[in-house]
């Protein structure tokens, strides 16, 4: 059973700061990592991905994968009320481009 | 780039009726395309994989005879829920992949489904 766990929060963060989600997977044969922000009542839009060992940054966001610890995170810096959102982590499995998402973790940004 | 679009966004149907539902890749190939069901506070539910020409592999629970996929080209995917039961009223939403060998998905805006 491929799994990807996240805390569902929510997670308040006041604007200006740093939000850290976590996520952790189960599959070991997953290669990439997504990173997604679904606004509520919206679609998911692609934040970034990541498939190497490390971090990548791009913008306000970092993404960070541990392989050997099974984790991927996402720092959001400079957090903007307008990050608000519900964000899912998905990991890919298979050769047609399957992904398992993670229940998604609530982020809310306080004034 | 990278442009999905579902028609129609929103649509209302009496119990009993079939509703068609359409994905299209505006700026590029899709060699797969997704369907999900998203209800309220939960996360997606991958209902099927579609590749263009060949039949659709629906995920455990999924009945293929209610939930008909066709991907007749690279750019079009449809969805018709037939018989539409009030059960099935949710968002309902497409994604596309293209031929990169990252398997990056790319959502369209979704489709609300409300069966009266």
């Known amino acids: 059973q491929k799994e990807v766990e996240q805390n569902s929060g929510p997670l308040s963060v006041p604007e200006g700061a740093i939000a850290s989600l976590n996520c952790t997977y189960s599959?070991?044969?997953?290669?990439?990592f997504f990173w997604y922000r679904q606004y509520s009542g919206k679609s998911p839009e692609l934040i970034m991905f990541i498939y190497s060992n490390g971090d990548k940054e791009d913008g306000r966001f970092t993404a960070q994968l541990n392989k050997a610890s099974q984790y991927v995170s996402l720092l959001i810096r400079d957090s903007q009320p307008s990050d608000s959102a519900t964000y899912l982590c998905a990991g890919g499995y298979d050769s047609w481009g399957k992904l398992q998402f993670g229940a998604g973790t609530q982020v809310v940004v306080t004034p | 780039g990278a442009v999905v679009s579902q028609h129609p966004s929103w649509v209302i149907c009496k119990s009993g009726t079939s509703v068609k539902i359409e994905c299209r890749s505006l700026?590029?190939?899709?060699?797969?395309m997704f369907w999900y069901r998203q209800f309220p506070k939960q996360s997606l539910m991958l209902m099927a994989t579609?590749?263009?020409?060949?039949?659709?592999?629906?995920e455990q629970g999924v009945e293929k005879d209610k939930f008909l996929i066709n991907h007749a080209s690279l750019t079009l995917s449809t969805l018709t829920v037939t018989s539409a039961h009030p059960e099935d009223s949710s968002f309902y939403i497409c994604?596309?992949?293209?031929?990169?060998?990252?398997?990056?998905?790319?959502f369209g805006p979704g489709t609300r489904l409300l069966v009266l």
């Open positions: 579609s590749n263009e020409g060949s039949k659709a592999t629906y």
């Open positions: 700026d590029f190939q899709a060699t797969t």
């Open positions: 994604s596309a992949r293209g031929a990169s060998q990252i398997p990056n998905q790319y």
């Open positions: 599959d070991r044969g997953s290669q990439s």
